[in-house]
């Protein structure tokens, strides 16, 4: 199956500061990149859709100045968290998908963020 | 607004039954469908996809759609205790370049 991989895998770091996440697809070129988040015993929400070579879509509530993606390759797209606060601190997991493969999505392990 | 209801248990289950987790949801459109596993502290799993009415058999799992009702439900045969985890619902309404729209989840105990 596609493999998908997240860097780190857990940080913690102080209010105010920016932190930048990972996502790769290791053994296929993945069309489109999703980032989702999920605080403790909710649910995974979208926050935004990263095509290769244009800009992120973002849903409805999520600050796109605060949440910078950049999917510069085919197999990688980065969510740098700017200026953290202690509510930013939550579970981000990337998925990658096929255009054509029926929406089905492949998970990486995610990122456990931790403001202080 | 794209809902996607289940209802969050824990449902309990002794090992070797059948566990059934049902899902609804709300957007017509909605052409694809998705069951994930989800265990503590990790991320989703896929067990599932499911596109048209019927079902559809993966050793132990069955998943179940009906547009009709707009209801999908999984199915885990001879359940086992490694089986115990939050299942997922998860729903797309376009095609691959959509986002998922997921339950709460479903949290399953399988007792030994």
Request: charged content about 15%.
């Amino acid at each position: 199956g596609a493999v998908v991989s997240q860097h780190p895998s857990w940080v913690i770091c102080k209010s105010g500061t920016s932190v930048k996440i990972e996502c790769r697809s290791l053994d296929f070129q993945a069309t489109t990149m999703f980032w989702y988040r999920q605080f403790p015993k909710q649910s995974l929400m979208l926050m935004a859709t990263s095509n290769e070579g244009s800009k992120a879509t973002y849903e409805q509530g999520v600050e796109k100045d605060k949440f910078l993606i950049n999917h510069a390759s085919l197999t990688l797209s980065t969510l740098t968290v700017t200026s953290a606060h202690p509510e930013d601190s939550s579970f981000y997991i990337c998925s990658a998908g096929f255009v054509r493969g029926g929406g089905t999505q492949y998970f990486g392990p995610g990122t456990r963020l931790t403001v202080l | 607004q794209k809902e996607v209801e289940q209802n969050s248990g824990p449902l309990s289950v002794p090992e070797g039954a059948i566990a059934s987790l049902n899902c609804t949801y709300s957007d017509r459109g909605s052409q694809s469908f998705f069951w994930y596993r989800q265990y503590s502290g990790k991320s989703p799993e896929l067990i599932m996809s499911i596109y048209s009415n019927g079902d559809k058999e993966d050793g132990r799992f069955t998943a179940q759609l009906n547009k009709a009702s707009q209801y999908v439900s999984l199915l885990i045969r001879d359940s086992q205790p490694s089986d115990s985890a939050t299942y997922l619902c998860a729903v797309l309404l376009g095609g691959g370049a959509d986002g998922l729209t997921f339950g709460k989840g479903t949290h399953l105990i399988i007792q030994p």
